[in-house]
């Protein structure tokens, strides 16, 4: 009897603990970090020994916040930043950052869980900002060249702002990789850059038109200089020249005519 009092006791003090604790539970490429908030008595914060892949048991006023420490690609849209001569461009672009493994807890104790928008994003925009304005248009969207300068120059200062920023408070966050990539025209001005494409075109179609006209005036005059002067070879009148040009172009055409009566300017087909 005093066996089943027991571990009957036994069993209601493990139920009892058991609803008092719950698991914080990590996947892998993630760290979940313990917030204590302790009822009666204690201090709470942030406990700095995070939960790596899989659980751990906490009592249930501690809460947990599950950060990746794999690479992050955070998408930002930045619109109407305007090149050297004020064009207005769009611009998607890519921020690859990782926080270092086991520093997740330091990390949501000095800038919280919106440490990138916090921190990183307006000094990003801002940087790209600064470069997109010193090229044209044209090398924004298509020289690929000047977009990897770009790059290149934004990731320098975004790690040298970092490596500043954790002077002040530790910031476990490495920056991997940017990506401006290359402008796209706005709507307002790709109608505009349409508008002048087709001018372009247009006005390259007059031109080649006009060159066609040329070359067939040029050709005519050719042909009736060579006409003249077979004509003065063969000592003809300009009558007789006509009119044996006609009998030519009679015969090439095949027609079918059995007599010619007349001279060529009022030839006469007389059939059967």
């Known amino acids: ?124 925009t801002n940087r790209v900002r600064e470069y997109v304005s010193q090229y044209g248009p044209f090398d924004l969207i298509s020289n690929r060249e000047i977009l990897n300068d770009i790059d290149e120059n934004v990731m320098k200062d975004m790690q040298a702002y970092t490596k500043k920023l954790n002077q002040a408070a530790e910031f476990p966050v490495e920056i991997k990789q940017i990506i401006v990539g290359k402008a796209s025209p706005n709507k307002k001005q790709l109608d505009e850059m349409n508008n002048t494409a087709a001018q372009i075109q247009a006005k390259q179609t007059q031109e080649r038109a006009y060159d066609t006209y040329l070359a067939k005036e040029k050709a005519e005059r050719q042909r009736a200089k060579a006409d003249r002067a077979y004509m003065e070879e063969l000592r003809m009148s300009t009558d007789e020249f006509i009119q044996m040009k006609w009998i030519e172009t009679v015969a090439a055409s095949k027609a079918n005519i059995d007599v010619m009566v007349g001279p060529a300017t009022s030839m006469w087909n007389v059939r059967r």
């Open 1 to 124: 009897m005093r066996k089943l009092l027991y571990f009957t006791a036994l069993a209601v003090i493990m139920m009892s603990m058991t609803s008092c604790m719950h698991r914080l539970k990590a996947g892998p490429g993630e760290e979940t970090v313990p917030v204590s908030k302790p009822w009666f008595f204690g201090k709470g914060g942030t406990v700095m020994q995070p939960v790596s892949t899989g659980a751990e048991w906490f009592v249930m006023s501690t809460s947990g916040v599950t950060m990746p420490i794999v690479p992050v690609k955070h998408q930002v849209d930045l619109d109407d930043l305007f090149s050297n001569d004020n064009t207005p461009l769009d611009f998607h672009t890519v921020i690859i950052t990782q926080i270092k493994k086991g520093k997740t807890p330091v990390l949501l104790e000095n800038y919280g869980t919106e440490w990138f928008d916090t921190n990183i994003k307006e000094v990003y």
